[in-house]
């Protein structure tokens, strides 16, 4: 009982809601603006650098996050930008001119940052003890569910004319209802501004995991559709493979955390590698085939778990100003990956075909492990050595 004390329900609700805002415009946002792009004629590196320009935003929004909450309180800023994430869909088939759009993109990522790395910070603050690991599952599971809500107002209304657009607003709009819950002392922790390049040496590996986590988030979030279409299914059906890819995490996230907090979160990490690399060797082999769609759960499971797992490892290792500074840089390392995984696949695509948008992820993923394997093995030949007295 004294750890179920330890959580402050009421903020989590709160940090949930700010997350569902954050999950949904980018489920919905990815797949219609590449298939808007995809159905004018805009090729595939063009697909790449608009859908970059969200990332790009967060990698900036996470430079001034903790200064911004720090001045003006986290739920005042968390709920201005819920409703400017609102306008900003309004605005993209009003602006009907592809050069707005990377401007309206690049805006956009900075506001669901903000959501992103706040939401995260009151989890983590309100969540601890050995329960940390679900408590972040079931936080996952809320980005997942909603994640794939927004993919699938695709796939029900169509690509075309305000209707997605205007669906996507008013959900942003009725999200901040749950988050004015946030109370008065949440509200008004001191977010002390820590600089991100101070924390990145304390987790150069869990950073890393992050950073290629979001490549394959920035990659499947802008050219899983697009991959569809181009082994022959329609809009609708290559956007409920963002759906399905989603499920998968709602459906596994509170187990993954449960099996981290059992077994150890570096091994369950590891595991999540493996799994994911497995996944995306089968992709081109299942994706004219029914066996896609337990694909797209298994992958959805094993590469979300990757940050499930990692956030709880910061929870785990980190408190005040460096947890807050550590939710920043997150941010900042999911904005730079999936930047760099939009780029990276839409270039491989454009170059090699459609398959060269899992291959080039699979290439990724591998070199990751390849890494960290170096490292750990490094480690502990540097402890082995005998001290000199």
């Known amino acids: ?167 996507g607003a008013i959900v942003l709009c009725l999200a901040a209802l749950p988050m004015s819950l946030l109370t008065a002392e949440a509200s008004a922790a001191d977010y002390e501004h820590v600089p991100m390049l101070a924390f990145l040496p304390k987790a150069p590996m869990l950073m890393g995991a992050i950073f290629v986590h979001a490549i394959f988030d920035g990659g499947m979030l802008g050219f899983l559709s697009v991959y569809g279409r181009d082994n022959g299914m329609s809009d609708g059906v290559g956007a409920a493979l963002i759906t399905a890819l989603s499920f998968g995490n709602v459906f596994f996230q509170i187990p993954i955390g449960w099996i981290a907090d059992r077994i150890g979160k570096n091994p369950a990490m590891i595991a999540c590698f493996v799994l994911t690399i497995v996944g995306l060797i089968a992709l081109p082999f299942c994706v004219t085939s029914i066996w896609v769609w ?20 910061l929870g785990d290792r980190f408190q005040g100003a460096d947890l807050i500074a550590g939710t920043a840089a997150f941010s900042t390392a999911w904005g730079l990956g999936a930047l760099a995984g939009s780029v990276v696949c839409g270039l491989a695509m454009n170059r090699f075909g459609p398959d060269g948008f899992p291959n080039a992820l699979l290439a990724i993923f591998i070199g990751y492990l390849v890494v960290r394997m170096v490292t750990e093995f490094r480690r502990r030949a540097a402890n082995r050595r005998p001290r000199t007295p």
């Open 294 to 313: 337990p694909l797209m759960l298994f992958l959805g499971a094993a590469g979300f778990g990757i940050y499930t797992i990692g956030l709880a490892q």
């Open 1 to 167: 009982m004294a750890e179920q004390e330890s959580i402050n329900w009421r903020n989590l609700i709160a940090a949930c809601a700010a997350v569902c805002v954050f999950a949904f415009s980018l489920g919905e946002i990815f797949p219609l603006l590449s298939l808007n792009m995809k159905a004018d004629g805009v090729t595939e590196d063009t697909i790449g650098f608009n859908t970059a320009m969200a990332p790009l935003g967060i990698l900036v929004a996470g430079l001034f996050i903790p200064r911004l909450s720090h001045a003006f309180g986290a739920k005042r800023v968390a709920l201005f930008m819920a409703f400017a994430t609102g306008a900003i869909f309004i605005l993209y088939p009003t602006i009907d001119w592809l050069p707005a759009w990377f401007v309206l993109r690049f805006t956009q990522g900075m506001t669901v940052a903000t959501l992103f790395a706040l939401s995260e910070a009151w989890v983590l603050s309100n969540a601890t003890g050995k329960w940390r690991g679900l408590v972040v599952g079931a936080y996952a599971t809320c980005i997942s569910a909603t994640f794939g809500v927004g993919a699938a107002v695709v796939g029900w209304v169509g690509i075309e004319g305000y209707t997605p657009f205007v669906i």
